[in-house]
T-cell receptor, first 116, second 111 residues
Framework: AQSVTQLGSHVSVSEGALVLLRCNYS??????LFWYVQYPNQGLQLLLK??????LVKGINGFEAEFKKSETSFHLTKPSAHMSDAAEYFC??????????????FGAGTRLAVHP | EAGVAQSPRYKIIEKRQSVAFWCNPI?????LYWYQQILGQGPKLLIQ????????DSQLPKDRFSAERLKGVDSTLKIQPAKLEDSAVYLC?????????FGPGTRLTVT
């Protein structure tokens, strides 16, 4: 069964430091993977997605993620954190089921704090 | 292009009362999802519609939760009667293909 594990429920970095948010997946088939961001009192916004094309995926706001099949990982990175990056980040794996439908399974989330 | 609209944004009710949430998806999106997001957890899919038909409601507590999507556009999610553990943010999303677009959510507090 497909699942997602996000290591670290809270990550704190200094402004300008590297951001690394970890995501490992479990899937019996080549997965489609997503990173979403959620700002306080808002819905989820798609940052980037992997759909079996390039393994290094670039997203919005300077974020990128690399799909590593051998490590079953899809970690999210950003070279230099901004204060505005403080939010909750969710990794998700797509599950395809009968009838050609798809649904997302989300990890528990990682709250990113950025301090001056 | 307008995003996914949800109302109300906040709701406080007492346990055993009923409550309903409304969602208007992005125009033309055939697939609509309702998620429950409990504090400190990722969103959990409750029910998924394709047009006005249900394709997955395996995680919906059917003894108290119900949802409908009339005419394949707007949708309502109802809880009756509410329990304390239903306190959560209820997110609606819609999609045309793989990518899901989320509304701002309704924060429900059950006291």
């Amino acid at each position: 069964a497909q699942s997602v594990t996000q290591l670290g429920s809270h990550v704190s970095v200094s402004e300008g430091a590297l951001v690394l948010l970890r995501c490992n997946y479990s899937s019996s088939v080549p997965p489609y993977l997503f990173w979403y961001v959620q700002y306080p009192n808002q819905g989820l916004q798609l940052l980037l997605k992997y759909t079996s094309a390039a393994t290094l995926v670039k997203g919005i706001n300077g974020f990128e993620a690399e799909f590593k099949k051998s490590e079953t990982s899809f970690h999210l990175t950003k070279p230099s954190a901004h204060m505005s990056d403080a939010a909750e980040y969710f990794c998700a794996v797509n599950i395809a089921f009968s009838g050609g439908y798809n649904k997302l399974i989300f990890g528990a989330g990682t709250r990113l704090a950025v301090h001056p | 292009e307008a995003g996914v609209a949800q109302s109300p944004r906040y709701k406080i009710i007492e346990k055993r009362q009923s409550v309903a949430f409304w969602c208007n998806p992005i125009s033309g999106h055939a697939t609509l999802y309702w998620y429950q997001q409990i504090l400190g957890q990722g969103p959990k899919l409750l029910i998924q519609f394709q047009n006005n038909g249900v394709v997955d409601d395996s995680q919906l507590p059917k003894d108290r939760f119900s949802a409908e999507r009339l005419k394949g556009v707007d949708s309502t999610l109802k809880i009756q009667p509410a329990k304390l553990e239903d306190s959560a943010v209820y997110l609606c999303a819609s999609s045309l293909s793989l990518e899901q677009y989320f509304g701002p959510g309704t924060r429900l507090t059950v006291t």
